[in-house]
């Protein structure tokens, strides 16, 4: 078998990403260098601001206690969009904010981020009836100056029922059409992570901050323990970002400047879940209002899967540890079955369910407790010590939360100011002419239509350097999951370009195996190990620690309490 970089090799060389840097490189590099930045936290803010601080010239380094992703930034509703429901609340500039950066999205990652149709059915005493409906709809579009995909449309009841046949007629009035935009939010972390590594940054998961290195009051670093070596690095860094969002007030407590009574961050729980397609078919994504509580919830298509959420309550669980419980599986069946009767689902339709923690700002909540209502605008603080810290904010504008973090960090290192680049510069894979043609092409490439659109999807313009390895060696274009459109390829990929150290960072994140299969991708694990095991250096014990290792992380992401926590 010819090596895998000798395969790599044999592409001509546009095609070839550069691979990381080697783990242990990197790991000399934190504790051999000074940093004008360092980063705690590898969700999409804050390896967004690893990206941008490196693309302006400031020498990175970012740490991530677990892997990049593996909080609430790959459990959420996969959504980039202007928040309609958050013009029930006053929120404008958060909408408009959120809409300039949907359209940007789709042009920057159009392999991560494409456009979703949703279709809202309006009933018979619905809390926004009809002509409430249309009007913030046209304020929505009005907000995204109106350069949305499309513009809104007004539905008849005839025609909410053309575009969603299973849908319960019973008091329907009508409703409307509009869009907004679908992610793999799991992969457009890695994204920023890979181009913050690209751009210069040391990047490295699995790493946690032991303690903050304080001097005369002054944060000037930290001591970064290795998780996979038990190795600690003492990291030097002029200015210390904490963009760990529902862990925050953790690092806040190791600040021993910091004087806060009481939490910056307050987290809800947001709970989704997976059932076939085939049992609850639909057409577009549909925005609803829950029978059981009124809140605004979604059913979104998902290949051959079809999601429903979310659900939004208080929690004591650590973030961590949070999943969902028996109580969110029945709300959230309970209120798809109220809009699609027929398809009767149950425990058993069940394929998966997941828990993340929004970690919203407090300031954001103004005196109210409601979750639902509390303001999704991120705020930046400094603690007296100068560490800087970034709560609130969603998904969508995670890159503008990124930006204003580096124009602190600027700011507080009084350097002059040099302008963002990351609202023009494509993420990695993101340079695409026609995403069609790279469809065309995978199509005729793979022969597997399922497989050639998720690799489009998930590598954008990188696939062939996956597909390559695939292509030399026969036994890697084999599936990790039968009925599923992954290979064994990307294991091999994962580890040598994406920085997968674990069974989870593979199935969990740059794959969504563990979503998708009712074993949360225990099975795919043997199959993913025996591909791993000798890129990583793993033996005999060591692959069975990392199985068993596998079995525990996904019982705690995807197992199902008794009981809220």
Known sequence: MRSESAVLRSLPALTIPSPPPSRAERL????????????????????GAARDAALRGLKVALVEREDF??????????LIHGGLRYLEHGHLGLVFESSIERRRLLTLAPHLVRPLAFVWPVYAGARVPRWKLNAGLMLYDALSLFRNVKAYQRLSLKQVLAAEPGIRSEGLKGGARYYDAATDDARLTLANALGASEAGAVVLNHASVKRLVLEDGKATGAVVVDHLTGAEHTVRARAVVNATGPWSDEIRQLDAGTTRSGP??????????AVPRSRLSIQDALTLLSPVDGRVMFILPADGFT???TTETATRAHPAEVRASESDVAYLLASANAFFPEAQLTRDDLVSAWAGIRPLAASGYHGNTDAGSASREHAIDVSPSGVLAISGGKLTTFRVMARDVVNAVERHLSMPHRKSTTDARPLPGGDIAKLATEFAAAREEVGDVATAEHLVRAYGSRWRAVWALARETPELA???????????AEAAWGVSHEMVQTLADLLIRRL???F?????GRSAAVRAASVMAPLLGWDAEQTERQLAAYDVDAQRIFGVDPADA
Not at 478 to 488: A, H, I, N, T
Not at 516 to 520: G, H, P, S, V
């Open 28 to 47: 000399r590099a934190l504790g051999a260098e000074s940093f004008d930045l360092l980063v705690i936290g590898g969700g999409v803010t804050g390896a």
């Open 307 to 309: 999601l429903i959420g």
């Open 264 to 273: 910056a961050v307050r987290g809800s729980k947001g709970v989704h879940i």
């Open 69 to 78: 992703a593996s909080g609430t930034s790959s459990r959420s509703s996969r």
């Open 516 to 520: 998708e299969t009712r074993d949360q």
């Open 512 to 514: 969504k195996v563990a």
């Open 478 to 488: 084999e599936p990790l999951v039968e009925g599923l459109p992954y290979r064994l």
